[in-house]
């Protein structure tokens, strides 16, 4: 591992202090068989699993989320992609999680995670700085949430990205994330098994203030893929139920 140091956020700041993952506790849950996928809205999700509860992405709620629950869950660690506020508030979470936001190798209850920078915007970075995408073994279950990606993946990220069993991937488009038709070459470089669109266009936005599509979108472009629509904004996903071959598209239900 390259690095093990994490960020813990405090109340009155967002960035507070550096403290090493060097004694972070193992655990056993990784024989655990199935990891819970939990959509909280945009790109934030909370995924269960391996005796850890690991939230990605938690928002502010203005603009594109305006309308959406606070993501206030309790989680042993957060992860998230920029410190933009739809993708990166985290005062006021419950507890006190571990916060990792750099790109870099991590371990944490066992489980390795990998930050892989990729660029926010499509100016390379000029203007929306770079995004992280999050990689990890969760459950025996491969993750990986690009969070904001609006790069192509080049084989700097495809490298540690691998061949995700499940990849999350924004297909919304507008200023610093995939547009439907980069959403699918992303999916198309990357063939995971399983893909869970997020950072689209819902009821919760603010349309004064929100620039993305709707997620019919991209699914128009996805044809010949199977897609499913789950009544539900959660699933379960193990070795077991995965794919055989993929991609297949999971499209989960935010309950207004």
């Known amino acids: 591992m390259k690095r093990r140091d994490s960020i813990r956020y405090g109340a009155a700041s967002l960035l507070t202090a550096i403290i090493t993952a060097s004694g972070y506790r193992k655990t056993s849950g990784q024989n655990n068989s199935s990891v819970s996928v939990q959509w909280l809205g945009h790109t934030c999700f909370l995924f269960v699993g391996g005796g850890l509860r ?3 992405n938690p928002f502010s709620r203005i603009g594109c989320t305006a309308g959406y629950r606070s993501p ?7 992860l ?8 990166g508030s985290v005062e006021g979470l419950p ?5 990792l936001f750099e790109p870099g190798d991590y371990e944490f209850g066992g489980i390795e995670f990998q930050g892989i920078s990729i660029a926010h915007d499509r100016q390379g970075g000029r203007r929306f700085g770079n995004n992280v995408a999050w990689t990890w073994n969760q459950a025996g279950v491969k993750i990986l949430h ?3 990606a609006a790069a192509p993946i080049g084989i700097e990220q495809k490298i540690p990205m691998g061949v995700p069993d499940l990849a999350l991937v924004p297909v919304g488009g507008g200023v610093k994330a995939y547009n439907p038709t980069e959403a699918k070459q992303a999916i ?9 669109p997020t950072q689209y266009l819902t009821a919760a936005a603010d349309r004064n203030a929100c620039d993305i599509e709707p997620v019919e979108e991209f699914l128009q472009l ?6 499913s629509r789950i009544n539900s904004d959660r699933l379960v996903v193990n070795k ?8 297949v598209i999971k499209v989960l239900s935010y309950k207004f």
Not at 80 to 87: R, V
Not at 222 to 227: F, H, N, R, Y
């Open 72 to 78: 206030q869950v309790k989680a042993d660690l957060v």
């Open 222 to 227: 996805a044809k010949g893929v199977p897609v």
């Open 240 to 247: 077991f139920n995965l794919p055989r071959q993929g991609p």
């Open 146 to 148: 690009l969070g904001g």
């Open 80 to 87: 998230i992609s920029s410190q933009l506020l739809d993708e």
């Open 95 to 99: 507890g006190n999680p571990e916060i």
């Open 188 to 196: 198309d470089a990357l063939n995971p098994k399983l893909v869970i």
């Open 54 to 56: 690991i939230l990605v």
